[in-house]
């Protein structure tokens, strides 16, 4: 994978998290302020995922973001506000792990 592609994917990923704990935030404290705050994290972010798609193409770029989302804010949510999950959806977010594992590591293909 170029490591262009995975810098760019770290950094919106850290944006995304952000803005999804100032989201859950804003809903505990119902603070105006936090929600502006964390929608213009989220504007930020989509910007950032064009340069991804530019990199990796629409499909890589949606499909690694999202899955790293669903990776990373559970464990937010488990870790910072208590939050737990039952048995299927645990095994639900294991599917997806394995599934970011196989598409960082494919054999063929490209984005045009």
Not at 18 to 44: E, H, K, Q, W
């Amino acid at each position: 994978m170029n490591p262009a592609f995975l810098l760019w994917l770290a950094a919106a990923m850290a944006v995304f998290l952000s803005a999804a704990t100032a989201s859950r935030y804003y809903v505990a404290n119902n603070n105006i302020l936090v929600l502006v705050f964390s929608l213009g994290l989220y504007c930020v972010g989509n910007l950032m995922m064009v340069k991804l798609m530019r990199e990796g193409g629409l499909g890589m770029a949606i499909s690694a973001s999202a899955i790293a989302q669903l990776l990373l804010i559970n464990i937010i949510a488990f870790a910072i506000f208590g939050e737990r999950l039952t048995t299927t959806q645990m095994a639900g977010v294991a599917l997806g792990f394995v599934a970011m594992g196989l598409m960082l590591f494919p054999t063929g293909g490209s984005a045009s």
